[in-house]
């Protein structure tokens, strides 16, 4: 998991010609070897075939690099849909704790020798979501990278260059300094417990019915012409965890909204997805995010979170757990960094 | 909305779709050969990389270590340390983290002295990510490297200036 | 290998095959997990398991300030990004009772409508990778419309610096202001696009693979679409004529004459027509911008110094929605009185649309299935969040 | 010795097809690449990327082979090389000029179908043996697929055999010094298409590439295989559609015969042309689905196959 920095280097010896030499005491063998190996590494970089796999935004820029414009062909970069077949993954886009471990699989399946180019500052590092429950900070806590492209996303051009470096090492057969997560250890600490900031009131507006009227007052107004579901949420007051419903007539032009106001102690109210089928995935990711218990509910499990997660993140006293996830304070970090290249 | 289709347009649609294709197998391929050819860059890029630059008559460095680009960046990447002699403020350090850089260009429409620019190169990838962290020494050789993208931050807080008088009577 | 045969392939749930597809599948667009139970090839039942791009955006906006907000969500809805700043601009000057200037508007709109464009093309090229594979004419298809999209992000280079990134949209009005001669370039992309998109037409509405692919597969009826909640091409696909842009204006879309094209049987061949006659509409609002793009500022704020912090009335929400290439996308912003919102939710076309997936997927086929997906183009940053 | 002629002879054939089978592949990136107006493979060896089949083929040689922990060992070794195999065997009965034939037959083109219809036995072992439901799916699809498709390409190729009254390749021929078979009227031009259809379908090709279908079953029957039995299947697959041009050529246009330039040549430019275009197919048109893919053998090619064949029957008993 995400959790376990990657101390193992992954790569096996290509061919194992290495050992070959030691065995074979003919002169001039040695030269031989080389050679091979050589030609062996000119082909490894001549013919990267990427897994086609894409997670965000810099996805998108690296299909628009395969695509004619800017033909990855060129290099002999062809895309192969099964991991087996692939020599490259490309991560482009943000991993998230719940995509964490198949990135890991996929990486696990690819024959050695394998290579791996963070795209992107999601990738690299997480970006701006790098503080949030969800994301970790930096696929290199996953698997070992050996290209870092920068960009948001990275332009086509920056792909393509990261492919020239790319090739440029494993050219040069330089064992790759992959990121190591033990040195920067120290730093990462448990995330800041946030101080419970002083309860301050929030006036409320909007239409307040009781949770005991929510499914008559939904099923009456879907029967006066308010059928489309628009959203439903919940907002964490300090007082209160309220629940928003928004409804729209389209033949109207007209929207209603309505809130239901809960214990924070105990947030539990009917399900109205027997009553608005698009009810179901909203109500369940206001259980993900806010706890609110819908009591009917015909599937009622997280939707957005994997299943074993603790807390309900958007509530505002949610604390986030460390043992998932590193928290990584920047300047720290970088101050550990600036002390590791001193001391060389 | 489609009728069904007859059997001839059915043989006319098939050999359309080949048409199509075929007509590209004579065309000059769209492709830009990166490493050898490049695509013009516009004047208004920001994809690239930053520099800090410098005064052209004097040679000081512009940033005066006001904290503003540090206060607005959204991925908080930046930091400023801020020193004071000869009657200015000085960025003692100045450190831009491109491993989180999202390219939102806040910092250079914010800076007051156009101090921070974007430039119309690429960062190189690298191998070690620690290299993407560009403090105050990089940041200023990369002036040299590339040039500077159209926006700046005066530049930028002109356009924005709402209009004194209206034009129109 | 030893063992029972039948026990290695088989589940023993009564002879339904549980195929997993995704998140890493070539035709899911992106992260989606998809569980389906086969008998034969045919999908008996599916559970979809969305999350795996969740990265708290919601939670994020309560920790950053108004003014830094908007190039985030850019990277919510990657395909059309300005239509997130866009829908977070226009409830957050619902808040704090700011207007932006009429020119302000009238460039908005004309980066969401050239984004309108580019994703389309992207929905289209993705659409026939999944009916082609990638070593077919769906490549070919697939690369044709991306080809034709690079002219599109050309010019969202040239104007705002990044290809589609573009954080256009700020409080108040907008970054950018167009350059010279940037209308010949709009009316010379416009021209190119429409020859290609006729093209596209002529190859793909007669082409009998097509027809047999998409039509009478993955039926919406207008009821189930309006109970889930969807919107955009997969709802006007079913006949209901709906459109923030024309039922409820923003940013000046009144000022605009364009049409709404509406499909009359809610399939997957349906949704590709709406989308498809939707990219010649853009192109003429586009033009109709440019044509009629009135002089005066960008931006009725001060210039953007973190000093002037926006701090909306305390208790304030407002919902704002805009017409995002994918559907209704809207922001539900709550202030508590400082700089940043106190609570911010995503109204997100794409979850509503997704939703439909274990309504419809059922009886169809497993080529089906991966056609319909790709009819509802869900963009995975904007379903998680 | 007629042994060691022999072998000399194979070896050299078996040599020659490999080299082109590589470059066939490079000729098809290149082919497709122009079609979507890109450039296809051109860094690798420059200009125009010659050195990149070497580079795949060199590439693939070195990479880990990995066999799944629980696949079935035996089959999932031994699939990729039938294909192979299988796919070479045909050469063997293909003249190459107009007296040049490895092993000449007087059931030539019967057995040539024969050889061609094994393929499936590796297809769907190779997706058993995997162990893996998308394989499982792909080998499904296509042992029907191709069971299926044999009906109508044999039908179709018994037109030209009927004409030329052998199913001798030099028979077929010699029979088409006066015209080719392809522009013998309405019965010549059905049967090509039919059987070009078929035969698409047979060696799983654009727009009946089901069982590779990469949207739907990422990469088909050899989603397990990496490494040198992938590119065995890749081998295969490609030795397989040079061979089905070449018997094209040979059967509908003549093979070596045309005017001027040896027959050697016309061959080689016929099967050709015949490649590109099948690929010119391939990148121009979408998948169909299993059920249509079915039924338009079903109802459509099967029935006309046989009308075809009762037509020529009947004009070359009428005509005897």
Redesign the interface.
Known sequence: MGTQPIDEDKK?P??GLEELGDLIRVPGANIFLTSTKK??S???K??LWP???????C???M??TF?????L????V????????A?LIIIA??V?V??AE?IRK?YV?M???KWVIAAG?CA????????????VP?V?WVIP??????????????F???I??LQE?ISSEAT??H?NVAAIKSVIQDAPNEKPKKK?E?????DYISPDELTSHASDLKDSGF?????I?A??YPDTLDV?Y?VRS?EK?EDR?WKVSLDHSNPALPSISSI???A???ER?AYD?FGVKFTDHPDPR?????EDWSGH??RKDYAMDTSRLPYRP??KE?EA?KEM?KKG | MPKKVSKIRLIQAIIFSLWVTFKNLFRK???????LE??PIPDRWR?G?FALTTDKETGDENCIGCKLCERIC????I?VELEKHSGRGWAKTF?L???????CELCVQVCPTDAIVMLRG?????????D??LDKEKLMENEKLFEAAWAAGLKLQKLHEPKQTEVKS | MEGNVEERVIERDFGELALNMG????STH??FRLKLHLRGETVVSVVPD???????????SE?LDYDMLPP?YE?DD??SPTANSLAFVLAVEKLADKEPTKRANYLRVLTAELQRVSSHL?AIGTFGLDLGG?MGGGATL???C??D??KV?DLMESLTGT???TNMNQIGGVRYDVYPNFDKDVLKLKDYLEKQVNEYRTVLETNPIFLERTRDVGIVTP??A?????SGPVLRATG?S?DIRK??PYSSYEDFDFNLPVGTRGDVFDRYLVRIMEISESLSIVTQVIEGLPEGPINSRKPLKSALLLKPP??A?A?AAVESPRG?L?M?V?S??SSKP??L?I?SPS??NI?LIP?ILPGHLIADAVAILGSLDPV??DV?R | MIYIQGLVQSAILLGAILGIVAYLTWLE?KFS?RL?????????GRPH?W??P???????I?????TPSRADRLLFNLAPAWIVVVSLLGFAFLPLTANWVLVNMDLGLLYFTAIGSLLVIGVFAAGWASNNKYALLSSLRSAAQIVAYEVPLLLSLLVPAILAGSLDFKDIIEAQESYWFITFPVIGQISFLIFLLAALAESNKMPFDLSEA?SEL??GF??????MK?AYFYLGEYAHLMAVSLLVSIVFFGGPLGPLLPGGLWIAIKTLAVFLGILWIRWSFLRIRIDQLMMLNWKILTPISFINLLLAGLWVSLNL
């Not at chain 1, 695509?67 to 033909?71: I, N």
């Not at chain 1, 062909?73 to 002999?76: A, I, L, M, N």
């Not at chain 3, 998140?23 to 070539?26: A, E, I, M, R, T």
């Open positions: 096996k290509r061919l030609i062996f000119w082909a490894e001549s013919s897994l086609t796999f894409g997670l965000a935004c996805a998108i820029e299909m628009a695509a004619s414009r800017f033909d062909d060129r290099f002999g062809i895309t192969r849909a099964s991991p087996r077949q020599d886009g943000t998230t719940k995509m198949r996929l399946q024959p050695s020798p500052s690299i590092s997480g970006d701006h979501y790098r503080h949030i429950y969800s994301v930096g290199d990278v050996d290209v870092y492209v920068a960009g948001c996303p990275p332009t086509p051009e920056a393509m260059d990261g020239i470096k090492i790759n300094p990121f301050q929030i006036p409320k507006t909007g059928d489309y579901l628009t959203y949420t907002v964490d928003i928004e389209i032009n909204s608005f089928k698009g179901n995935w909203h990711e995010l997280r939707i957005l979170l994997p993140p958007l920047v300047r970088y960094w290249l | 391929p769209v492709t830009v050969q990166y490493p490049k695509r994809a990389t959204p991925s908080d990447i930091i450190i983290d491109l491993q989180a850089c999202i390219q690429l960062a190189t990838p690298v191998a070690n990510r620690q993407y962290i | 998140p890493q599948h070539p992106g992260v969305i999350g795996y791009l969740h990265r708290g955006v919601e939670k994020l920790t985030i990277r990657y395909l992207v990638s697939f690369l044709y991306f080809r999209r690079e992000l290809r589609f990134h009821e189930l309006k109970e889930v909640g969807a209901v709906y039922n409820k305390k208790g929400e919902y209704e809207g539900y709550l508590d009185g106190y609570r939710k109204r979850f509503s939703a309504e995975f940053g998680d | 990136r690449g979507q107006s890109r450039v296809g493979p051109y860094l690798v990327g050195l990149q070497i580079a795949d083929g060199l590439k693939l070195s990479k880990e082979d990995i990469e990422i990469a050899n989603i397990e295989y990496s490494g992938f």
